[in-house]
């Protein structure tokens, strides 16, 4: 993946969960479940309540054999969980060595990265425990792909609620990449907005433009916590969802606060995920494929997946999508501004596959 592609979503796994090749693994286990429940264009419409043609159906078990993730992140945070140390070290370095080979057999996804555990304003031993694990996976990683790192790479700071834990990880990163002989800035930053007070901080302001700008040019991304952010409220755990009224609120703190930031934002997660049996399945993927569009109808064109399953659902919802703003209407006026967006969003359809080059010139 080039520096300036943007992906149209993160895979998150647990680091005890990531194995060698995992990427064609979840396009294969993908593939075999759209295969199982909705085998041609006609039964994914029905599934999804969307239209979806032929060519579009081909599309998409053509990017789930191709390049079913876009973005990989190993995660050391919830999908983890708390373990003891040296579990955490083994599976730091064991994680890394794995996607360091698969980086040299050219099967890795086109961008990668970890999450951490919290720092800064977490107690001392997680604190710690975040940034031994950054060290000990990078530095592996650095040395798996003969002292290079796989480009673009993120590390992904959860739960940020001040500057000073942001600014804690840039000096770490740094220090890494200064000892592992790594350029400035190879290592890129995603914030994650898991807290009221990421969106409204107790003096009242927004302290997201200063947290982006705590990270010293390095933030790539920010990216929504459902449901840690929606348990922050005390909202009932039935109520957690991506389209929640409050989740929508704090994502429109985080547009209008970035607003022309060159950022990129994400919506967040779907967490029904689609196993058996067929009605759960169906169920899910429609949740999931109303969440997505609902994101990239908000203007939010990234989001996490967390199920191989997710892949139908997700690039089914940004194709769909991306054809449908690929052209304005025949009546409609559109200023220079709509015009220079919807060029940037046939960019971002070709990229991901939704549309070839010669569509919607």
Not at 340 to 352: I, Q, T
């Amino acid at each position: 993946m080039s520096e300036t592609r943007r992906p149209v979503h993160t895979a998150y796994v647990g680091a005890h969960l990531f194995h060698a090749g995992l990427p064609a693994h979840w396009g294969q286990l993908a593939l075999q479940v759209l295969q199982m429940y909705a085998p041609d264009a006609v039964e994914l419409a029905a599934v999804l309540g969307h239209p979806c043609g032929a060519d579009l159906y081909g599309r998409l078990t053509d990017k789930l054999g191709r390049e079913p993730i876009e973005d990989l992140r190993i995660d050391f945070e919830d999908g983890f969980g708390q373990r003891s140390d040296e579990e955490e070290d083994d599976a730091a370095r064991t994680s890394a060595a794995m996607l360091a080979g698969d980086v040299l057999r050219g099967t890795a996804a086109a961008s990668c990265g970890i999450r951490i555990k919290a720092l800064g304003t977490e107690p001392e031993s997680r604190g710690a425990r975040g940034a031994r694990t950054l060290d000990l996976f990078l530095t592996t990683l650095v040395d798996g792909c003969g002292g290079t790192l796989p480009v673009p790479f993120a590390v992904t700071l959860p739960k940020v609620a001040s500057v000073e834990g942001v600014s804690s990880l840039v000096r770490q990163v740094e220090a890494l990449e200064s000892r592992l002989d790594l350029d400035a800035g190879a290592v890129a930053i995603e914030l994650m907005v898991e807290t009221p007070q990421a969106i409204i901080a107790p003096d009242g302001r927004c302290p997201l433009p200063d947290l982006v700008a705590a990270a010293r040019g390095r933030c790539r991304g920010v990216h929504f916590g459902v449901y840690d952010y929606s348990a922050a409220l005390g909202l009932a755990p039935a109520q957690h969802g991506l389209r929640h009224p409050a989740c929508d609120h704090a994502r429109h703190i985080m547009q209008v606060a970035l607003a022309g930031s060159g950022v990129e934002l994400s919506a967040g997660s779907t967490n029904v995920l689609p196993v058996p049996p067929h009605e759960n399945v169906v169920r899910a993927w429609r949740l999931h494929f109303e969440d997505v569009r609902h994101a990239l109808m908000s203007g939010f064109y990234h989001g996490w997946d967390l199920h191989p399953a997710q892949l139908v659902t997700r690039y089914a919802a940004v194709f769909t999508f991306f054809r449908e703003v690929a052209a304005p209407a025949a009546n409609v006026l559109e200023d220079p501004a709509a015009t220079r967006l919807r060029a940037d969003l046939l960019e971002r359809a070709r990229d991901c596959g939704a549309m070839s080059a010669g569509d919607a010139t």
